[in-house]
């Protein structure tokens, strides 16, 4: 036997030897992805797998196959990957599995998989415990249907409102990004040692994106430049993936589209190897993003050709290219010129191979196939119960004036649903087709079944008429006359009911991709889109009865008017398959909300990029501008109350090598049991280089009973309190350092800690 076919063999000395039985044509399949729908793997007719077409375009074997699950139920997938293996395994030389990669950012987008809350909508949670479950769910969908790689998780800082793919994120704040990622890569891959730790049976390669730079773009853009200078960039958005590699093991990291100091992440040498790979000892695969390569050419004009770009590529880093090959499928043209090294060729694929040995894909191959649920890929009720409490987790509390939350079932006999986002269940991008959706309109007749109360539906106004094909340029507003109708039919409805649930916000269409130009619904304008506003001034035209407005979309909104005129708010983004019902929960009180916002909601578009850990000299005001968000980062409130005390640090003066821990104790003062993520943000008072006033550097999510104290403890140290001086070294600084916990980003200092030379 082979020593590469003995899996007790150490994983290296495997790779090893396979890639000394390897042609360079065989080697260079590996750094290639193959499209399954672009480039046809499958009969015209039956769509399903086709050996023939296989024998056309991989039959020297491949290193992923992208997407070829995702327009098949759990046990049409299953089979589906099975055809591939058997294909590669039986069929090539050498009978190499191949990595068959998915998307996942909010559960795996495919037919009757879960759609669990969008990341923004995850961050809100505030949950890295919650996030892992969720993820783990995703991966043992996945790998049931025989995927093997997520393109997830997003670990980008957003910290522009007008960038449209905020909702892929988890928010503006490096820390709360970082141990969100770290739990969603555990989820995938389970808990890993060492990157050498093998990836079960049950998991999923787990993928970090957009390395670097690429969530706070010029202007809000999507794939504009990064602007950040290297201390920004080491001490903001590097981080998340620091603790993703080193805390997590995560297994693969996704190249961004974007350039950071003119040089385009594809050919970044300096970030893909020296920091990633050098600095932090990485081992994993980097992946290009789709077309990523091709880009370098056709976008940003730093190749001559394709081929140029594919070699640079690899010799920056770039280990193999998804979704086709572009500019990969030139690389042996390279060796055999001269102008690139077997050796950098040798060095990509063996990460590839390493891959799947860690996998575990040489031994099994293959996935069980069966029917119905008991295809291990199939959703299961635990699943959706997931679903359901990941998103009542994730609903943020806005704004309650009057105590109009929860709405009083005995004052209500005739209820008002309206607004756009009423009777649509909005998933947000990257979503499947769930078995189940439930729209917030469902979600309260279903709640109120058996109760006499009626429901009234009615949509208010449209958003966009549909688009025509992927360009956001083409999505076509909503029509006038036709809204003006909606708008009467809705005000007509709320002026007939005793209370009425206002529900507005963005769709799907708004941030979709256009492969041509890049972009996701970027937006100059933030304020709510069509004539959403026209709709809720009609409604909260009458003031004698209880309007709540539920915003659900995959970013901020400017809501100005609303703030001011709405009693109560509610924001939750997307909340995936199970939004209505976790909404009617919220709404009649059978849950207290208890999520928090993961991004700053500023007042006007205008004012943006606003976020919690700006510098002392960022917020000047505008002419006529009231200062400051309409609602800060860490904001959210409850059904309860809850108060802090006894916040100490103990020591409070130490040595700068050395450590104090934070604690704190809160009460729920209130009526009813609910959770509070309670926020610990440090500022540095004096320091070498400027500093944000405020930085996150601990949270914890707590469930309290009415009366239910919990004592807290948080640890800080110079992992928590270094930053880059002035000569750009990570250090911890002696002075004096304030320390705040509560329920939000905004408060006052409780302690001070003194950090002394050592």
């Known amino acids: 036997m082979p020593l590469f076919r003995d899996p007790r063999a150490a994983v290296d000395q495997r790779v090893g030897d396979l890639l000394m039985r390897m042609t360079l044509p065989e080697k260079v399949a590996q750094l290639q992805s193959v499209n399954w729908e672009h480039t046809r793997l499958y009969d015209d007719r039956t769509r399903l797998f086709s050996p023939e077409r296989a024998r056309a375009l991989i039959a020297l074997g491949i290193g992923h196959v992208t997407r070829p699950g995702d327009a098949h139920d759990a046990r049409g997938a299953a089979e589906l990957a099975n055809a591939i293996q058997r294909f590669l395994v039986t069929e090539t030389r050498l009978g190499i599995p191949a ?3 998915e998307e996942a950012l909010h559960g795996f987008v495919g037919p009757s998989a879960t759609s669990f809350p969008q990341a923004i909508a995850l961050g809100a949670t505030f949950d890295p415990a919650l996030v892992e479950r969720v993820f783990t769910a995703t991966a043992r969908q996945m790998r049931g249907r025989g995927a093997t790689q997520a393109l997830a998780p997003v670990v980008d800082v957003a910290r522009d409102a007008r960038w449209g ?31 050498d730790t093998p990836i079960g049976a049950e998991h999923v390669l787990a993928t970090a994106k957009h390395f670097v730079g690429h969530g706070t773009p010029e202007a809000g853009r999507n794939t504009a430049p990064g602007n950040f200078s290297p201390r920004v960039l080491r001490e903001v958005f590097l981080p998340p993936f620091e603790a993703v590699v080193r805390e997590a093991r995560v297994g693969s990291v996704m190249a961004s589209y974007n350039e950071v100091d003119a040089i385009p992440m594809h050919v970044n040498r300096d970030l893909l190897m020296n920091v990633l790979r050098w600095e932090w000892g990485w081992k994993g695969l980097v992946v290009s993003d789709y077309f ?17 770009a594919g070699r640079r590529a690899l010799l920056a880093g770039v280990d193999l290219e998804l979704p086709e090959a572009e500019g990969f499928a030139h690389l042996a043209e390279d060796v055999a010129s001269g102008m690139l090294s077997a050796s950098a060729i040798d060095v990509a694929v063996g990460r590839v191979l390493r891959a799947k040995f860690l996998l575990g894909l040489f031994e099994s191959p293959y996935v069980t196939v069966a029917s119905g649920p008991d295809q291990l890929g199939a959703e299961t009720a635990a699943d959706r119960a997931l679903a359901r409490r990941a998103a009542e987790e994730a609903i943020v509390l806005l704004k309650n004036e009057g105590r109009v939350l929860p709405l009083d079932l005995r004052r209500i006999r005739t209820l008002a649903v309206v607004g756009p986002n009423a009777a649509v269940c909005r998933l947000g991008g990257y979503s499947g087709t769930p078995l189940h959706k439930v729209s917030v309109a469902d ?95 009609a409604v909260l035209g009458r003031h004698d009865k209880p309007v709540v407005v539920l915003l659900l979309g995959g970013g901020p909104v400017t809501i100005s008017e609303l703030a001011a005129t709405a009693p109560a708010i509610l924001e939750g983004f997307y909340l995936g398959q199970e939004t209505g019902t976790a909404v009617a929960g919220i709404l009649f009180g059978d849950v207290s909300p208890g999520g928090k916002l993961p991004i700053t909601l500023p007042r006007h578009t205008g004012t943006v990029p606003m976020y919690a850990a700006y510098k ?40 700068t090598d050395g450590h104090t821990t934070i ?47 919990a004592h807290l403890d948080f640890a800080l140290g110079p992992a928590e309190l270094a930053f880059y001086d002035i000569e750009m070294h990570r250090t911890v600084e002696p002075g004096r350092f304030e320390v705040m916990v509560g329920g939000s980003s905004v408060g ?5 800690l003194d950090v002394v030379p050592r």
């Open 443 to 537: 979600g309260i007749r279903a709640r109120l079944a058996g109760a006499p109360i009626k429901v009234l539906v009615a949509e208010g106004c449209g958003l966009t008429q549909g688009g025509r094909g992927w360009r956001d340029d083409l999505v076509v507003p909503a029509d006038a006359a036709v809204d003006a109708r909606l708008i009467a039919e809705a005000t007509q409805a709320a002026r007939a009911a005793d209370a009425v649930v206002l529900v507005l916000g963005l769709n799907e269409q708004l941030s979709r991709e256009g492969w041509a130009d890049t972009h996701r619904g970027d937006r100059f304008d933030l304020e709510l889109p069509g004539r959403q506003m026209d709709l809720a001034r």
């Open 663 to 709: 604690s704190a104790t809160v009460t729920n003062t209130g009526p009813v049991a609910g959770d509070e993520v309670v926020q610990l943000y440090v500022h540095d008072l004096v320091s070498s280089v400027t500093r944000p006033v405020q930085e996150l550097k601990g949270f914890k999510r707590v469930h309290l009973q009415p009366g239910e104290a």
């Open 292 to 308: 990523g390569i091709a880009e370098l050419e056709r976008r940003h004009h730093v190749a001559a050709d394709l081929r140029e």
């Open 616 to 655: 002392p000299s960022a917020r000047r005001a505008y002419l006529f501008e009231e200062p400051g968000p309409e609602w800060p980062f860490g904001h959210g409130l409850s059904y309860t109350t809850f108060q802090y005390s006894d916040v100490k640090a103990s020591p409070d003066r130490f040595q």
């Open 748 to 752: 006052a200092p409780q302690a001070k």
């Open 165 to 195: 793919r905020i909702e892929e994120t988890y928010g503006e704040d490096p820390f709360l990004a970082a141990r969100m990622g770290v739990a969603a890569i555990q989820g995938l891959q389970g808990r890993r040692s060492s990157d």
């Open 99 to 101: 990595i068959l990669h």
